[in-house]
């Protein structure tokens, strides 16, 4: 299925505003400091790319949209939510890429590059984070 350039911006402002407030709420429960600090700062990275989706979205069609965010589950254990966002940030590195290739306009191409870029690193630093959790896991015997 083919989507719009109005329906892509929708979908990508609702899943980086999720990915927001799930990083935030992350890096409150997080065990570690640097686990913490390392969560916030993809909550922020998140939640700018939403905005500049949203200036876009409101340039191209003269309105503003704000998703309302219905909150992500987060009853499960922690390690295996990080897990879970490695897949997630994989897919939207993937999914930005497309939109990257595929779009002419250049305020979109680098919008996409940025978030891209970043839903790739993010990848990264999950696996870190995950790395980082072993210890903890040890030591708290879980």
């Given at each position: 299925?083919?989507?719009?350039?109005?329906q892509?911006?929708?979908?990508?402002?609702?899943?980086?505003?999720?990915?927001?407030?799930?990083?935030?709420e992350?890096?409150?429960?997080?065990?570690?400091?640097?686990?913490?600090?390392?969560?916030?700062?993809?909550?922020?990275?998140?939640?700018?790319?939403?905005?500049?989706?949203?200036?876009?979205?409101?340039?191209?069609?003269?309105?503003?949209?704000s998703?309302i965010?219905?909150?992500?589950?987060l009853?499960?254990?922690?390690?295996?939510?990080?897990?879970?966002?490695?897949?997630?940030?994989?897919?939207?590195y993937?999914?930005?890429?497309?939109q990257?290739?595929?779009?002419?306009?250049?305020?979109?191409?680098?919008?996409y590059?940025?978030a891209?870029?970043?839903?790739?690193?993010?990848?990264?630093?999950?696996?870190?984070i995950?790395?980082?959790?072993?210890?903890?896991?040890?030591?708290?015997?879980?």
């Amino acid at each position: 299925m083919e989507f719009t350039t109005i329906q892509l911006l929708r979908m990508f402002i609702e899943d980086e505003e999720r990915d927001a407030f799930l990083y935030k709420e992350l890096s409150n429960r997080a065990p570690t400091s640097k686990i913490r600090e390392i969560l916030f700062s993809m909550s922020m990275d998140e939640q700018s790319h939403s905005e500049r989706f949203k200036k876009i979205y409101k340039t191209i069609t003269g309105r503003s949209f704000s998703p309302i965010v219905i909150p992500p589950d987060l009853n499960r254990e922690f390690k295996d939510i990080i897990a879970s966002q490695i897949l997630g940030e994989t897919e939207g590195y993937l999914q930005y890429s497309e939109q990257y290739y595929k779009s002419n306009n250049k305020v979109l191409k680098e919008a996409y590059f940025t978030a891209l870029t970043d839903e790739n690193a993010h990848a990264h630093k999950l696996e870190y984070i995950l790395e980082m959790l072993i210890p903890c896991l040890i030591k708290l015997q879980i």
